[in-house]
């Protein structure tokens, strides 16, 4: 995982596997980002598979940037990991950027 800071936020390069192996590691870089409250973008381009545990680990930062008041947006969606998203409704959490282009060719696939 790679770190960008620029004046408008964070963007967050996540690769490989988000699944139980990969979660906790993801979810400890990313709250604390959240927590300062600044946008944050999460890059998965790179990202060829998301299990529950990915799935919870990205519904855990939603909630909490939810509370702070901070923008969350995916972008680089592959084509299988936004299947997965959309199918479990998980793309609705997050801000535009790809998510929502993503989300409407993914419901239209089904």
């Given at each position: 995982m790679k770190e960008r800071r620029n004046k408008g936020g964070t963007v967050v390069v996540a690769t490989g596997e988000i699944n139980s192996e990969?979660?906790?590691q993801l979810l400890q870089a990313l709250l604390p980002l959240v927590r300062e409250g600044r946008s944050l973008r999460?890059?998965?381009t790179?990202?060829?598979?998301?299990?529950?545990?990915g799935l919870r680990t990205?519904?855990?930062v939603?909630?909490?940037?939810?509370?702070a008041g901070v923008a969350v947006t995916l972008y680089g969606v592959s084509e299988e990991v936004r299947f997965v998203m959309s199918a479990t409704g998980f793309l609705d959490f997050f801000s535009a950027g790809e998510a929502e282009a993503a989300n409407a060719k993914a419901r239209a696939a089904l």
């Open positions: 990969t979660s906790g999460i890059d998965l790179a990202v060829t598979y998301v299990s529950s545990a990205l519904l855990v939603y909630r909490e940037a939810q509370h």
